[in-house]
């Protein structure tokens, strides 16, 4: 795994650009991670009792029984943290100071909280003609359900990912990842981007973007609205196979690994079948067109399970890939920091950490090959920027020891 130490020195192409992020746990810290890992200089603005909540996400070991907080370390690298209690109207106050100077504002209250708070689009926009902000929500800022709390595992329910996910005969089955918390921040970086486009290239004003973790997560299921329509057919579980194409699975090895195998185009399907010997089945009426080999999947998984169950791991990748048919092993995370393909890209990088000498990363995504991004520092303590961003802002020493001494603010 490649070494990488933290340049502050590191610009990126967003550089200038000026995020406050009021956001809590996944979606927010994805979204802002992405312009964080660009040069966006973003800000997390943090309760000074505990901060974000992504923090409290920690794993534990035999040599760290008190956890790591992985989590934070990862999606708030590249990030300042400024603690101000935004409860008091003295934390507001310095909110409503670093809005006049940022380019987007990023929140994940429920809907009304921010208006409650003093912060109103309105009032926002009244301080800031020029800010995007950004308001994260479960299921949006209007329709029925927009005042119920909406963690991602809810979207996830509702959105039909777990209707269709699992096996045949499983119940639905929630995704053991933060799915549409991550697409959900992916779309908002976006929606930044394109916005802030707007403000500084056709002469546009700030506005509001109304990102759910609903919408976003149904955009990438598929036509399955269309396809609804059309056939009147609820997608059924499939588990490693897909409705739409076929062959399509994974299969035992001899020696107990997995190998995933698509052939989803009718030319693969012929070579794959030519090269376990079998091209007496390209012509079988069972297995002639895509429909004939979904309508015969059991007899055509039989065939490809009992070819891959005769040979080990290696030998069928080996096998598999000298004759250039689409396979790949089915790896854990033990496996794939090792995996040489992985390793030579730098697709994880090991960084330096004040807690556990040092920590494994993904790194930046997407490589850009004239301006890319960077690492430029690890994520914040809690507090860890408070003086300095608000010495920048302007504030006296007198009036950031008496924001202390209050607890307004924490360093």
């Known amino acids: 795994m490649l070494d990488v130490g933290f340049d502050p020195t590191h610009l990126g192409p967003l550089r200038g650009l000026r995020v406050l992020d009021l956001s809590r746990l996944v979606a927010g810290n994805m979204l802002s991670l992405q312009l964080a890992d660009f040069g966006a200089e973003v800000i997390k603005v943090e309760d000074p009792d505990g901060g974000d909540s992504l923090r409290q996400w ?69 301080l800031n003609s020029r800010l995007v ?85 149904l955009s990438i299921m598929g036509p399955d609205a269309a396809a609804y329509h059309v056939s009147g057919q609820v ?13 399509r699975n994974i299969y035992r090895t001899q020696d107990g690994g997995w190998v995933a195998l698509s052939a989803s185009t009718q030319g693969m399907a012929e070579r794959l079948l030519r090269a376990i010997d079998r091209a007496d089945l390209i012509d079988d009426p069972r297995f002639r067109t895509n429909a004939d080999r979904l309508a015969h999947v059991d007899a055509l998984d039989a065939v490809i399970g009992a070819f891959m169950g005769a040979r080990t791991l290696e030998d069928n990748l080996a096998f598999f890939r ?14 794939i920091v090792t995996d040489p393909h992985v390793v030579e890209r730098g697709v994880l990088v090991r960084t330096p950490d004040a807690d556990v000498g040092s920590l494994p990363m993904h790194a ?8 890319p991004g960077g690492l430029a520092r690890p994520a914040p303590r809690l ?23 209050r607890k307004v603010i924490a360093s």
């Open 133 to 217: 902000i950004v308001r994260l929500t479960g299921w949006g800022q209007t329709g029925p359900y927009h005042q119920q709390p909406g963690f991602g595992s809810l979207v996830e329910a509702m959105s039909g990912f777990a209707a269709k996910n699992g096996a045949p005969e499983a119940p639905p089955m929630l995704p053991n990842m933060a799915l549409a918390d991550m697409v959900a921040g992916l779309y908002g970086a976006f929606a930044v981007c394109a916005a802030v486009r707007e403000v500084e290239t056709q002469g546009g004003a700030g506005q509001v973007v109304d990102l759910s973790l609903l919408e976003p997560l």
């Open 58 to 126: 920690r794993e534990r070991g035999p040599q760290h029984p008190e956890g790591v907080e992985v989590w934070w370390k990862v999606y708030a690298r590249n990030k300042k943290s400024l603690a101000v209690d935004l409860r008091s109207e003295a934390g507001r106050a310095v909110l409503r100071t670093l809005v006049t100077g940022a380019q987007v504002l990023i929140e994940s209250f429920r809907p009304g909280t921010l208006e409650k708070m003093g912060f109103a689009p309105d009032t926002l926009l009244a």
């Open 322 to 335: 000298e004759r250039e048919v689409t396979v790949s092993p089915v790896y854990h995370i033990g496996q």
């Open 235 to 247: 997608p059924a579980r499939t588990g490693n196979r897909t409705s739409i194409t076929a062959p």
């Open 364 to 371: 930046v995504v997407p490589r850009l090959s004239a301006t």
């Open 383 to 405: 507090g860890e920027h408070s003086l300095a961003l608000l010495r920048a802002a302007g504030m006296s020493e007198s009036e950031l020891q008496d924001l202390i001494a």
